[in-house]
């Protein structure tokens, strides 16, 4: 009871942040702004609470929540007991959650110092919110009697847990995912900067307050996705080092696009061209890790990922197409409703010939690398659809 109220406290306290920075935004007034933040910290302290909560119901085997007694058991050690806070949908986006919050609190202070942060906080806290209301479909701290009516008397304790599925019983489960979420949480960084780029109409010095968040994102991710080739060597059957797997491609996919932003980035702070690419990069990486949230825990790709552990339910799936709607139609509606007004690069004669233009050569083969792989890893959907 006491965590479900927590989530749902902090998903109604994130509504209330991004509505309130969108009224500042629109008509600034001190008030306003001190509520958005009063609210969005309301949101941040709730998230904290409620992972503290779950982490001690969890080493404490308090076994009649579903969750706990569905991935862990007495029998497992401490960091094995620990990483089952996210082994399942309901702790990997709490972990993904937690991770989005924490970065929050240090981007309010980054984008309140560069002047962005009415517009980064609302966008950022969109991310959040539609977290935190797939938590509040997904609840971890259902009890047994909830999820089983009829099967289950209400009050009942198991004895012990289902336990955690023996793939999973390596040290890599205890750090690789959670740097990997890391990364998930900080790509949504350089989408709110472009966002509040285009919301303010301010095409140029964007860039420079969003580019170490994008090496930073990209730098995490990297090291998560290294992480899992090891994890993969060491797991046997899994192919090596890499074997492309659908779940693998997914998070690749976002890191690509990443890298390919951080050099045309660095290309418009030094010339001032590539403005719409960037905005578009930057928008991107986080649409590319929402799809890739959609490829692993929705359920479409059961079939054919050795990453399947759970059944995420058709709520889950529906719940994450939402996400991609949202995100993707807010991003091109304001770029429509921008790209006349958005500066285009001038060209000259030499321009071709530049070192900026190799980079932009760069950066579209690694994009079309990342659209390769995202069309060869959507086969199977596409091929349902046809």
């Known amino acids: ?22 009224l500042y935004h629109r008509r600034p007034n001190p008030r306003i702004l001190t509520a958005a933040r009063t609210f969005f910290h309301a949101t941040v302290v709730s998230v904290l609470v409620a992972a503290a909560y779950l982490l001690y119901l969890i080493l404490t085997h308090q076994f009649q929540y579903t969750y706990i007694w569905s991935y862990s058991s007495r029998e497992l050690s401490l960091p094995l007991l620990i990483s089952t806070f996210y082994a399942g949908q309901e702790g990997s986006f709490m972990l993904w959650t937690l991770y989005t919050s924490i970065i929050g609190v240090f981007l309010l202070q980054h984008a309140t110092r560069k002047g962005y942060e009415p517009e980064v906080m609302g966008v950022f806290g969109m991310i959040i919110a539609s977290l935190l209301l797939m938590m509040v479909v997904k609840n971890p701290f259902a009890y047994v009697w909830d999820s089983f009516p009829g099967q289950v008397a209400t009050g009942f304790v198991p004895v012990n847990g289902r336990g955690l599925n023996p793939l999973l019983q390596n040290y890599w489960m205890v750090i690789h995912p959670q740097v990997l979420f890391s990364g998930f949480a900080a790509m949504g960084v350089p989408y ?49 080092y890499w074997g492309w797997d659908p779940v693998e491609n997914s998070s690749l996919v976002p890191w690509l696009v990443a890298v390919a932003g951080i050099h045309v980035t660095l290309s418009q702070r030094r010339t001032g061209g590539f403005k719409k690419t960037n905005l578009i990069l930057g928008m991107l990486c986080f649409l590319m890790v929402v799809y890739s949230t959609f490829l692993t825990r929705s359920g479409v790709l059961g079939d054919t990922s050795v990453h399947s552990f759970v059944d995420p339910g058709m709520l889950v799936y529906w719940l994450l197409v939402g996400m991609i709607v949202l995100f993707a139609g807010f991003a091109a509606f304001m770029l429509a409703r921008r790209w006349k007004e958005i500066p285009a690069t ?41």
């Open 346 to 386: 001038e060209s000259h004669r030499h321009y071709y010939y530049s070192r900026e233009f190799a980079i932009f050569l760069g950066a579209c083969a690694l994009v079309a690398a990342a659209l390769f792989i995202v069309v060869g890893t959507s086969s199977p959907i596409i091929t349902d659809i046809l």
């Open 192 to 240: 709110a900067y472009a966002m509040a780029a285009l919301l303010k109409r301010d095409y140029n010095n964007w860039i420079r307050p969003a580019t170490p968040w994008l090496v930073f994102a990209a730098t995490i991710l990297g090291t998560g996705i290294m992480m899992g080739g090891f994890w993969a060597y060491e797991t046997l059957g899994w192919g090596g």
């Open 1 to 22: 009871m006491i965590g479900s109220l927590l989530v749902k406290l902090a998903f109604v306290a994130c509504l209330a942040s991004v509505v309130s920075y969108f």
